[in-house]
């Protein structure tokens, strides 16, 4: 029998600093806090959309590079997206710059270095805009 995946539910980041990583998702991206389980460890969730963030404290996150990996953000546009976001301190961009089916991509990391896209689709089946 296969396995029937509904949605994906959450992603979960191991992060050194907790509170830079919820004033960077909280304040500086803008994602809306949710309540959190009482765990037995420092953490924070966020909502993006349906599905949700969480970021689990790690002392012993070791600093490296995280750019082979990446989640991405539909926004409704990418230009203002880069200029809301440098207003709010972030200063290393990839982009705006077009996908091969015409979807403008933004990379920029977080505190840690996890590489986050947000991007805008200019199509007549977008859910945000049109060509």
């Known amino acids: 029998m296969a ?3 509904h949605e994906l539910n959450h992603v979960a980041l191991h992060v050194r600093d907790l509170a830079a990583s919820v004033h960077f ?7 809306p806090q949710l309540p959190r389980p009482d765990f037995d460890f420092p953490g ?4 993006f959309g349906s599905q949700e963030l969480h970021l689990i404290f790690d002392a012993n ?3 490296s590079p995280r750019t082979h990996h990446h989640f991405a953000l539909l926004v409704d546009d990418t230009y203002a997206a880069k200029a809301e976001l440098q207003s709010r301190g972030v200063t290393e961009f990839k982009g705006p710059g077009p996908r091969p089916d015409g979807a403008m991509q933004l990379f920029f990391a ?3 270095g996890y590489r986050i ?3 805008t689709t200019f199509n007549a089946d977008s ?3 049109e060509k």
């Open 127 to 129: 859910p945000v805009g």
């Open 3 to 5: 396995i029937r995946v």
């Open 44 to 47: 924070a969730w966020f909502a």
């Open 25 to 31: 998702y909280g304040v500086v991206i803008g994602l």
């Open 117 to 119: 896209e947000m991007y």
């Open 61 to 63: 996150l070791e600093i």
């Open 110 to 112: 977080d505190p840690d």
